[in-house]
């Protein structure tokens, strides 16, 4: 699908889409727990249906009545796959799923989309050799077989918080304690007390023994829950950005007390606005594709971290340089820091390419508000955020979607 976005100034309020990162965890700790929970606003994006679909296959039950969703648990340790668990392009889901699937001692296999059976799975690949369970990956699926033992895991905190958190859901299900001992630095650690947040909520404790060890209790029970999704940050920050362009556009529905590490954002807009500044973003990697093209509209900024941004839906980094130069920016990569130029920011001298990539796609839209353009791939936004165009048009901006 391709999207027309016309030139013009957005205005008006929207509800922020509901947080795709806290419906994935609210989902997999009900999904654990011992009788029926439910789950109110759960966005209806592609993400969050594949960990539906998993879990299904694990033998969920899941009822959704529009936005909202009944899950009767089961006991993980005992059950076996109905069939393969297909992911889609989801990394949340398969990092989440993999080690609960390993609980069972049962074979389960896991499919997905090319880009993410190419996603680095190193962590849980090792993890496996080490403590003796079966672990295969030919490119095109990974099988795993368990039973995963209680004890001491040690990972690395500078690849992705999915795989700590992946622990996190399914170490308190075992019999004895266990530890993670984090090699630092540790980067996205708001993501993990987000998971550590999202398991309380469903009667499971797990404690920072340290700056860089999590201790979780094992024989711990997940208890069901009635909860309700709060807004999300990452999606909020696409629209919230058109207030550096002194646009009058509020988002409503986000929690301000909420520990999402994307809450940042509206800290790093007002560095972006005031001049030149140099912005670490290891901690909120989802951020980069709207603060580069922030960035591009105002004065330049130079960004740090940004060596994660490879193993994304696309390569963010380069997929942001590539496009942001048919409007006249000036992008350099280096491996892990990105540098703006915004030598001469005019229209875009061609149609633009979303990437395969949501946030790729939202960045480019809202740059377009202020000159207008074309979007090839647009379709990509309904990873994570399926009405993104539709409240652009509730916000004044014309928007025409067709097919190519």
Same mark, same amino acid.
């Given at each position: 699908m391709n999207v027309r976005i016309n030139k013009g100034v957005p205005?008006?309020? %929207?509800?922020?889409?509901?947080? *795709?990162?806290?419906?994935?965890?609210?989902? &997999?700790?009900?999904?654990m727990a011992s009788g029926t929970s439910r789950i109110r606003g759960i966005s209806d994006c592609e993400d969050v249906r594949a960990t539906i679909d998993c879990l299904v296959a694990l033998g969920?039950? &899941?009822?959704?009545? +529009?936005? @909202? %969703?009944?899950?009767? +648990?089961?006991?993980?340790?005992?059950?076996?796959p109905r069939s393969a668990l297909n992911c889609n392009e989801s990394g949340s889901t398969l990092r989440f799923l993999l080690p609960i699937a390993?609980?069972?001692?049962?074979?389960?296999?896991?499919?997905?989309?090319?880009g993410l059976m190419k996603r680095p799975m190193n962590v849980y690949e090792? !993890?496996? /050799? /080490? *403590?003796?369970?079966? =672990?295969?990956? #030919?490119?095109?699926?990974?099988?795993?077989r368990g039973p995963l033992p209680a004890g001491e895991f040690e990972v690395v905190g500078n690849v992705s918080s999915q795989f700590i958190s992946g622990l996190l859901f399914a170490l308190p299900c075992l019999p004895t304690d266990s530890k993670i001992k984090i090699i630092p630095p540790i980067e996205s650690r708001s993501y993990i007390d987000?998971?550590?947040?999202?398991?309380? !909520?469903?009667? %499971?404790?797990? *404690?920072w023994s340290d700056d860089t060890t999590l201790y979780v209790k094992g024989g711990q029970k997940y208890r069901p829950a009635d909860l309700t999704v709060e807004g999300d940050y990452s999606g909020a920050a696409f629209i919230d950005s058109f207030? !550096?362009? +002194?646009? @009058?556009?509020?988002? #409503?529905? $986000?929690?301000? #007390?909420?520990?999402?590490? #994307? /809450?940042? =954002?509206? $800290?790093?807009?007002?560095?972006?606005?005031?001049? %030149?500044?140099?912005?670490?973003? +290891?901690?909120?990697?989802?951020?980069?594709? &709207? !603060?580069?093209?922030?960035?591009?509209? *105002?004065?330049g900024a130079v960004f740090t971290?940004? /060596?994660?941004?490879? &193993?994304?839906?696309?390569?963010?980094?380069?997929?942001?340089?590539?496009?942001l130069s048919k409007f006249g920016v000036s992008v350099t990569v280096y491996e892990d820091k990105v540098v703006v130029y915004p030598i001469s920011f005019h229209a875009p001298s061609e149609t633009l390419c979303g990437h395969n990539d949501h946030r790729i796609v939202m960045a480019l839209a809202v740059l377009l508000t202020l000159t207008g353009g074309e979007i090839t791939g647009a379709e990509a936004i309904n990873k994570s955020y399926p009405s993104f165009f539709e409240d652009?048009?509730?916000?004044?901006?014309?928007?025409?979607e067709y097919e190519a």
């Open positions: 205005g008006g309020r %929207v509800n922020a889409p509901p947080s *795709k990162s806290m419906a994935h965890r609210m989902l &997999i700790s009900a999904a969920v039950q &899941i009822e959704q009545s +529009g936005n @909202d %969703v009944t899950v009767t +648990g089961v006991d993980m340790t005992a059950s076996a390993l609980l069972s001692g049962k074979n389960t296999l896991f499919m997905g989309a090319e090792e !993890l496996c /050799k /080490k *403590k003796g369970l079966s =672990y295969n990956a #030919d490119g095109e699926s990974i099988a795993v987000l998971t550590i947040e999202a398991l309380a !909520l469903f009667g %499971v404790e797990v *404690k207030s !550096l362009f +002194g646009r @009058d556009v509020s988002v #409503d529905g $986000l929690n301000p #007390d909420s520990t999402q590490g #994307d /809450k940042v =954002y509206k $800290l790093l807009f007002d560095m972006i606005k005031r001049g %030149v500044p140099t912005i670490h973003i +290891g901690n909120c990697p989802d951020l980069g594709p &709207i !603060l580069f093209a922030a960035a591009a509209a *105002k004065h971290g940004t /060596k994660r941004l490879k &193993i994304k839906e696309s390569d963010r980094a380069a997929a942001m340089a590539e496009e652009l048009r509730a916000l004044g901006i014309e928007v025409t």
